[in-house]
Each structure stands twice: as structure tokens, then as C-alpha cells.
């Protein structure tokens, strides 16, 4: 039996409603006053109902293209005209900006990735980022024009606007989500990640943090020794970095990973007390309880893992941390951590047989089989 929430919020609807498309209406009949901004506004909205989040994004743009000159060079400076202002060069973080504006960028996607228009895409694209990110934008450039476009995001991660940087990172992210891959060497991502690597703001920084972890997916090996390379004890955003571009690895037990970040990949302790429940009734927690005895100055890193049952009979695994502190010989961690089985949207939870486990330093121990009900 599959159990699963109902959903009661849609992203698509917060992103992109009557307000948001309003704005861009707006701003469009400023810069060419002869669109009918009514009639746009009708010709999005009649269609949202049926469109999932990117299928929005697609038909705005579709629409834009309808009420736009139809040669894109002629397009292209109504397009700059009504781009709102840029967001606050002067933050460091958190200024995302509205989704709304991702519709430019995604037009000259369309519209202008060929070779004529190519200098004039790329450089419109810099100036949108600077209003919502052109990180999606960015990708089919990527693909059809890969030479070309790498130099522009080269030049992106020396740029004084930290909008700008960040698009040459979060630009190549191997697995970025909701978008197609951009089908970038890692050699070539390697080398503008260590352009961005002692980036003054968080913003920046995390995207490198992102895109080094989506990297470990793929070349592990790399991105523990360019991590490596990175360390200085000055430079705690450094530190921060490698912990947050680790997380995949950490999660699998990497022992290149767990060494980087000083967690024994031999840890000395002695697991007592396990206790967990027999049963869980959906809706309820599980609850997971043991002693762990450190029999040596050490870093531990203790996670609980959980094999929840899928719908063929096999289980999938989700890590849960639950503490991460440095001790000493003879020093008792006692370890009690909760799991709700209540459901959600985002996991179907199947009744039956479930497994759990500690893991220290990526070393299992205690597994225990419980029953959902």
C-alpha cells in the first residue's frame, strides 16, 4: 500500500501568477508602448491553468515572441528596456531576485543562440543575471557554441558584479536543477572554480560549494584533491566550501571525503544499548537510541541510515545526521534521534519492512528491521 500526501502549495502559482505576469506586462508596454497589455496578460494567463512551472516559462515566452519584432535584433533593445533595475551590487547574499524576470533571458535563449546573434545574446544575458539569474539561459549557448561560451564565462568570473560571477559558476553545474545538462569538460569547470574559489561573497562561494559537490558525482577522485589543494588555515570560506562541496561524498562514506574533513576513516568506539522501535504506525516517529563510547581523541561524524521500502520490493536509503562533535578517550555520546513516518508530498511511504542504522565515521553498526503499519 502506498501512503503519500496530498499537495497543497504549487510553487507554479507563487512564481508565476496574474501579479508577477502583470509586471512583466508592464514593463513591456513601457518599453514598446504599441503591445496591447491587456491582450498579453489574457494570452499567458488563459493557458496557466494547464502548465506545470517550466511549461510557463516556455509559453511566456512564447507569447513575448508573438507581441516582439520578429527580427531578434530588433527585439533585443526592447528586451533591454524592460529589464527592471539591477539588484543591489552591494549584498553578498540573498538577493535572488523574481523568477518573473528568468522570461528574457529564456527568449534570447530561444531566439538568439546562433551564430550571428551570439555576441549580443551572450552579452544580454550578463546584463539580465544581474536581475535573475541567466543560469538556465546560459546552458544551450554552452552546448551549441561550447568554445565561445566558456570564454565569456571565464571573463564572468573576474567581473566586479558578484551576479555576474556567480552565473560562471552556477552556469556549469554539472546536474543543475530543472535544467537540461550543459554538457561542460570537468577539466573546464575545475579551472573556473579555482578563478571563483576565494570569492568574496557567500552567494558566489555556495554556488561554488554546489557545483564542486554536483562535480564529486562524477570525478570524486578530482574534487577531493582540488579541495585539498585549496585548504589554508586563513581561509575560512575555504572551509566552508569544502565541507558543503563534500555532502554527496559524506553521505556515501567516501574515505578520501571523511579524511579531508579530519573524521578518522578508523574510528575507535564501542556501540551499547541499541534500542529502536518493532513497529511504526504511519503517522508516528521512529525513534532510535544507543551509546557510543569514544575510545580516543577523535572527530566523529554520526549519521542514522534509513532503508525505506519502495514500491518493488527493494528499499532506498536516506542519511539522517545527528551529531558531529570531537572527543575524548573514555568520553559517552549517548545518540537518541526521532524519524517521522507521517507522510509527505515529497515521499510515498510503502508499509512494511524498513531497516535502520548508525553509521560513525562512515562504519555501520546496529542495524535494527522495523515494521511501518
Given amino acids: 500500500m502506498a501512503i503519500k500526501a496530498e499537495t497543497t502549495f504549487f510553487l507554479k502559482d507563487q512564481l508565476f501568477n496574474t501579479r508577477t505576469v502583470a509586471e512583466l506586462s508592464s514593463a513591456l508596454s513601457k518599453a514598446t508602448p504599441q503591445v496591447n497589455q491587456r491582450k498579453f496578460e489574457q494570452d499567458i494567463l488563459n493557458k496557466f491553468p494547464e502548465l506545470e512551472l517550466k511549461a510557463r516559462i516556455d509559453w511566456m515566452v512564447t507569447v513575448l515572441a508573438q507581441h516582439l519584432p520578429g527580427k531578434f535584433e530588433l527585439a533585443l533593445p526592447i528586451l533591454e528596456d524592460l529589464l527592471p533595475p539591477p539588484l543591489d551590487p552591494n549584498k553578498s547574499d540573498d538577493d535572488f531576485g523574481d523568477f518573473i524576470w528568468?522570461?528574457?533571458?529564456?527568449?534570447?535563449?530561444?531566439?538568439?543562440?546562433?551564430?550571428?546573434?551570439?555576441?549580443?545574446?551572450?552579452?544580454f544575458l550578463k546584463k539580465s543575471?544581474?536581475?535573475?539569474?541567466?543560469?538556465?539561459?546560459?546552458?544551450?549557448?554552452?552546448?551549441?557554441?561550447?568554445?565561445?561560451?566558456?570564454?565569456?564565462?571565464?571573463?564572468c568570473a573576474k567581473d566586479?558584479?558578484?551576479h555576474v560571477r556567480r552565473l560562471a559558476s552556477e552556469g556549469i553545474r554539472p546536474f543543475l536543477p530543472w535544467a537540461e545538462r550543459a554538457n561542460v569538460e570537468p577539466d573546464e569547470i575545475f579551472e573556473v572554480m579555482e578563478l571563483l574559489k576565494h570569492d568574496r561573497t557567500r552567494y558566489v562561494t555556495r554556488s561554488v560549494a554546489n557545483t564542486m559537490n554536483d562535480l564529486s558525482k562524477i570525478e570524486p577522485h578530482k574534487v577531493i584533491a582540488a579541495l585539498a589543494r585549496w585548504q589554508d588555515k586563513d581561509a575560512s570560506e575555504i572551509e566552508w566550501i569544502t565541507k558543503h562541496a563534500l555532502r554527496t561524498l559524506i553521505k556515501q562514506d567516501h574515505a578520501g571525503a571523511l579524511s579531508l574533513l579530519g573524521y578518522p576513516t578508523k574510528p575507535e568506539f564501542k556501540l551499547t544499548n541499541v534500542q529502536t522501535n518493532i513497529q511504526v504506525q504511519v503517522g508516528d516517529d521512529l525513534v532510535y537510541q544507543c551509546s557510543i563510547k569514544s575510545n580516543a581523541q577523535q572527530n566523529l561524524k554520526i549519521a542514522l541510515r534509513v532503508y525505506y521500502l519502495k514500491a518493488n520490493g527493494s528499499h532506498s536509503v536516506r542519511v539522517f545526521a545527528?551529531?558531529?562533535?570531537?572527543?575524548?578517550?573514555?568520553?559517552?555520546?549517548?545518540?537518541?534521534?526521532?524519524i517521522s513516518f507521517r507522510p509527505i508530498t515529497t515521499r510515498t511511504l510503502y508499509l512494511g519492512e524498513h531497516h535502520v542504522e548508525i553509521v560513525v565515521n562512515g562504519i555501520v553498526r546496529g542495524k535494527k528491521t522495523?515494521?511501518?503499519?
Avoid at 528568468?102 to 552579452?123: N, Q, W
Avoid at 541567466?134 to 544551450?140: L, M, V
Fill in 322 to 338: 545527528v551529531k558531529d562533535l570531537q572527543t575524548k578517550a573514555g568520553d559517552v555520546i549517548d545518540v537518541r534521534k526521532k
Fill in 129 to 155: 543575471t544581474m536581475r535573475f539569474t541567466a543560469e538556465n539561459s546560459i546552458r544551450p549557448f554552452l552546448r551549441t557554441f561550447p568554445k565561445e561560451t566558456m570564454t565569456f564565462v571565464r571573463r
Fill in 160 to 162: 566586479k558584479n558578484y
Fill in 102 to 123: 528568468s522570461v528574457p533571458g529564456e527568449y534570447v535563449a530561444r531566439f538568439g543562440c546562433t551564430k550571428p546573434h551570439l555576441a549580443m545574446s551572450l552579452a
Fill in 370 to 373: 522495523f515494521e511501518l503499519r
